[in-house]
């Protein structure tokens, strides 16, 4: 179940509504159709300023997909453990009033979210959406570390 979480306004900073959503294989669609149709609409670039509002951390925003895939099939390969649930990805979106932020700084805000959500130690994308009167972030994190160690015993 998606969590709902708020984040509190401190020293004049925004506060934005913030969702999980883990995210799963839809029916009838391989894990990359999934995966991709989520990724694509977040990277929508009639929504993101033209892709300008796409950024990436520890991969790249116009390969994430493959990224993210290539991640999980090493991390099988090498632990030979599938993971539960098969969640595909996690999503969290976070919305902003309007006229609260400027799209840069909500893709900025956006950013330091997913920082602190992961720890530094998975990849994720932040697509920043102004197709709405209040501008939100759709942050897209893998679940599973971008570069599996072989030699650590645990890996996610």
């Known amino acids: ?19 999980l959503i883990p995210m799963h294989v839809n029916k009838g669609k391989t894990l990359a159709q999934s ?15 033209r892709g300008q ?19 999980k099939r090493q991390y099988e390969q090498i632990t030979g453990r599938r993971q539960r649930h098969e969640v595909i990805a996690y ?14 700084e909500a893709n900025r805000l956006g950013r330091e979210l997913a920082l602190r959500f992961t720890k530094g130690k998975y990849a994720f994308i932040v697509a920043t959406h102004t197709d709405r009167a209040h501008i939100h ?20």
């Open 35 to 49: 995966l991709g149709d989520r990724t694509d609409y977040a990277k929508n670039p009639e929504k993101t300023n």
């Open 1 to 19: 179940m998606p969590q709902v979480l708020l984040l509190q306004s401190k020293g004049g900073m925004p506060m934005a509504a913030t969702r």
């Open 91 to 104: 999503q969290i979106r976070q919305s902003f009033k309007p006229g609260e932020v400027t799209p840069e």
């Open 137 to 156: 972030n759709h942050i897209v994190c893998a679940p599973i570390r971008g570069r599996v160690n072989p030699l650590s015993k645990r890996q996610a």
């Open 53 to 71: 509002l796409v950024t990436g951390y520890q991969c790249d925003p116009m390969t994430v997909e493959e990224e993210f895939l290539l991640s």
